[in-house]
């Protein structure tokens, strides 16, 4: 059974950081595209970062670029997003999302296996 266990989540102010994880298990982590979503109350669910199973692509919503960084450690199943510089505009439910060796995806449907998600509330 698949599972994604997304954590480091909370309340935080303008400004501040946050490092979310994201842990894979039932799944053979290293050859799985992952990436993260968010959404907000009342949105649609959006893209915010990927990184794909080889390492080698990224890639970066505008509204986030210069601000998160995306990284893997296949050796704990293991996914991160560090987020710096938080707006009140990132608050929102993130989710970690996977797929198996596919390309980087912006998009809801290139994901087969997703998290319960966790909460980021950026205070202003």
């Known amino acids: 059974q698949v599972q994604l266990l997304e954590s480091g989540g909370g309340l935080v102010q303008a400004g501040g950081s946050l490092n979310l994880s994201c842990t894979a298990s039932?799944?053979?982590?290293?050859?799985?595209?992952v990436a993260w979503f968010r959404q907000a109350p009342g949105k649609e669910r959006e893209g915010v970062s990927c990184i794909s199973w080889s390492g080698m692509s990224t890639y970066y919503a505008d509204s986030v670029k210069g601000r998160v960084t995306i990284s893997r450690d296949n050796a704990k199943n293991t996914l991160y997003l560090q987020m710096d510089n938080l707006k009140p505009e990132d608050s929102a439910m993130y989710y970690c999302?996977?797929?198996?060796?596919?390309?980087?995806?912006?998009?809801?449907?290139?994901?087969?296996?997703w998290g319960q998600g966790t909460q980021v509330t950026v205070s202003s």
């Open positions: 039932g799944l053979t982590f290293r050859f799985y595209t």
């Open positions: 999302a996977a797929n198996y060796m596919s390309s980087c995806s912006r998009a809801r449907y290139g994901y087969s296996y």
